[in-house]
């Protein structure tokens, strides 16, 4: 059983993203400001929901009538802070590396021109035949996971942490 047990992942994340403590909304807008928008992604932020909408996002850039800010999952990315890892391996999965990679990143880009919060923000090849994916939410690294087993089959193993919002999925073959 887990090998990322011994990781403490709570106490940092309450402290980090201040679930806990902090009451005031920090994409607050001001008097005359119709959205919040982040300089990373040009996501916007409006009626406490976070979405793309390029038109909208163009239109406000610049004006004063958005407030420009840093959305929660460009500053999971910058903080290098992964709700979710999926580990591929195997002797087929190196053969195959890149047309499995190709899926994977057209996968994410499919869920994230939907879903502002759930993004690739790392890979790393971790051995020659091994690539270590990391995800900004732990439903991203289920749903790629899920996604490489029903094209190649092969062996899927999600592991939930028992404590927190965080799961390691495991795909071999
Ligand atoms: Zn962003």
């Given at each position: 059983m887990g090998r990322y047990q011994d990781r403490k992942w709570s106490g940092e994340k309450g402290k980090k993203f201040g679930h806990a403590g902090?009451?005031?909304?920090?994409y607050f807008l001001e008097e005359g400001q119709e959205a919040a928008l982040c300089t990373g992604c040009q996501a916007l932020y409006q009626n406490k929901r976070w979405f793309f909408d390029e038109k909208a996002a163009k239109k406000l850039a610049?004006?004063?009538k958005v407030r420009e800010v840093t959305c929660p999952t460009c500053r999971k990315i910058k903080d290098r802070y992964p709700e979710g890892i999926l580990t591929l391996s195997g002797e087929f999965f190196r053969e195959r590396q890149q047309e499995i990679v190709t899926l994977i990143e057209n996968e994410a880009a499919r869920v994230r021109a939907r879903s502002v919060?759930?993004?690739?923000?790392n890979m790393n090849q971790e051995d020659w035949d091994k690539l270590v994916i990391e995800t900004t939410t732990e439903k991203l690294a289920q749903h790629l996971g899920r996604a490489v087993y029903k094209a190649y089959k092969g062996e899927l193993d999600i592991r939930w942490s028992e404590m927190d919002k965080f799961v390691r999925v495991y795909w071999k073959r």
């Open positions: 902090r009451t005031e909304d920090p610049g004006t004063n919060q759930d993004r690739i923000m």
